[in-house]
């Protein structure tokens, strides 16, 4: 069984994690013998595959075209990207944009993760060209002062912010709505404001997104519709 292996210094048991779409974390102590994982592993395994089933009953059936997609969608932005497959004999794998189009060049042997990595990427430069001029603008809209801005790909944040306003954003924003979206932005922003979640936060968030409610509901549900490519799968 594939699965990736996590050490976190304040872990006192190993904790196993299914993801939105399947895949398996474990996080170890540190100075853990990961030798023994395969056991422990194996004797999970039942809650392991009834967690995976709950899971993909859950989620959208829809998945265009899981980790090599027919087009991808951004309604943050309200684009959709054609997507356009070349095999090519060797050489390292390519993307090319242009026209609403993606081309994409990866040798057939590579093709299903070699071309979800190569989406993640690309998803991470758009987000970097999209969020930035947006938190821009929603920053003077409303009087907010901000550090820099980093997009990353992450796996169960949507973004944060640090005690000298820095932000941190998901690239997988632009999967969102864009009241979504902006709800997260904006979230961030507050926090430059309220670095925590007091009634004074929530009540400026209130009033620069008056109906974050619906877009806080949204997120709940968001993870499980990722498109499968979004997520890296990492073997132990």
Partial sequence: MNYSVRTHPRARHVRLRVEPHGALVVTVPRGFDRRQ???????????????????????????????????????????????????????????????????????????????AALLRAWLKRRATGALLPRVQCLAEQHGFRYGKITI???????GSC??????????????????ACDYVLLHELVHTEHLDHSP??????????????????????AWLAMPSWVWAQTVA
Wanted: glycine letters at 8%.
């Fill in 37 to 115: 994982l395969p056991v422990l592993i194996a004797e999970r395994e039942p809650w392991i595959n009834a967690t995976r089933a709950r899971l993909a009953s859950a989620r959208p059936a829809a998945d265009l075209g899981g980790l090599m997609p027919k087009r991808i969608e951004l309604p943050a932005v309200g684009e959709c990207w054609l997507l356009r497959y070349r095999p090519q004999a060797a050489g390292r794998p390519g993307l090319v944009e242009g026209n609403g189009e993606l081309r994409v060049d990866c040798p057939a042997e590579q093709a299903g993760p070699a071309v």
């Fill in 152 to 158: 990353r790909n992450q796996k169960s944040r949507w």
């Fill in 162 to 179: 640090t005690a000298c306003g820095n932000l941190s954003l998901n690239a997988r924003l632009l999967l969102l709505s864009a009241a």
């Fill in 200 to 221: 004074a936060f929530w009540a400026r968030v209130a009033e620069v997104a008056p109906e974050y409610q619906s877009a806080k509901q949204e997120l709940k549900a």
